[in-house]
């Protein structure tokens, strides 16, 4: 008996076109999209996030504002979730791609920055920066109820586009 497989091929190809595209509508700008309204090309520019917090590569409280002026992809995510972790190298491959976008992958890990760059070293992960939330509070700041999730966030710090698995 011939089973089908449990997720559909090219998953993670599918997602790296997806940001691909909104990450060149967020680059292009969307300027003039207000919440609600769709876009040309099929994005919603959602609104403005929360100034939320978390643990950057140096182990210091970082703000989604730090990250103003620049695009952004953040990644919401934790090692142990399946989905997260067939993810991560596409999100590694965007990085090294897209050097003017900024991508966060914040993990929610418990064992913090160094569980994730233990994950990071074994999946070889080179392109990424380490970003951790152990306290989970960046999903309840966020209204975010499963993972994993990504938003795309313009330069002037407005949410664009919001994929949930």
């Given at each position: 008996?011939?089973?089908?497989?449990?997720?559909?091929?090219?998953?993670?190809?599918?997602?790296?076109?997806?940001?691909?595209?909104?990450?060149?509508?967020?680059?292009?700008?969307?300027?003039?999209?207000?919440?609600?309204?769709?876009?040309?090309?099929?994005?919603?520019?959602?609104?403005?996030?929360?100034?939320?917090?978390?643990?950057?590569?140096?182990?210091?409280?970082?703000?989604?504002?730090?990250?103003?002026?620049?695009?952004?992809?953040?990644?919401?995510?934790?090692?142990?979730?399946?989905?997260?972790?067939?993810?991560?190298?596409?999100l590694d491959r965007l990085q090294r791609d897209f050097p003017g976008v900024q991508v966060i992958a914040v993990s929610l890990d418990k064992g913090g920055t160094a569980e994730v760059e233990k994950f990071f070293r074994q999946e070889s992960i080179r392109h990424l920066k380490i970003y951790a939330d152990?306290?989970?509070?960046?999903?309840?700041?966020?209204?975010?109820?499963?993972?994993?999730?990504?938003?795309?966030?313009?330069?002037?710090?407005?949410?664009?586009?919001?994929?949930?698995?």
């Amino acid at each position: 008996m011939l089973g089908l497989p449990s997720k559909p091929p090219y998953t993670s190809l599918a997602i790296l076109g997806v940001l691909a595209l909104a990450i060149f509508a967020i680059v292009h700008g969307l300027n003039g999209v207000e919440r609600g309204q769709t876009s040309d090309i099929g994005l919603q520019k959602l609104g403005t996030l929360k100034d939320v917090g978390f643990l950057g590569p140096d182990g210091e409280k970082v703000r989604l504002s730090d990250f103003r002026g620049t695009p952004v992809v953040l990644n919401v995510w934790a090692t142990w979730c399946g989905p997260c972790v067939e993810e991560m190298p596409s999100l590694d491959r965007l990085q090294r791609d897209f050097p003017g976008v900024q991508v966060i992958a914040v993990s929610l890990d418990k064992g913090g920055t160094a569980e994730v760059e233990k994950f990071f070293r074994q999946e070889s992960i080179r392109h990424l920066k380490i970003y951790a939330d152990p306290t989970m509070d960046l999903m309840a700041s966020l209204g975010i109820e499963g993972l994993p999730v990504t938003m795309l966030i313009g330069a002037d710090g407005r949410e664009v586009y919001i994929y949930i698995y």
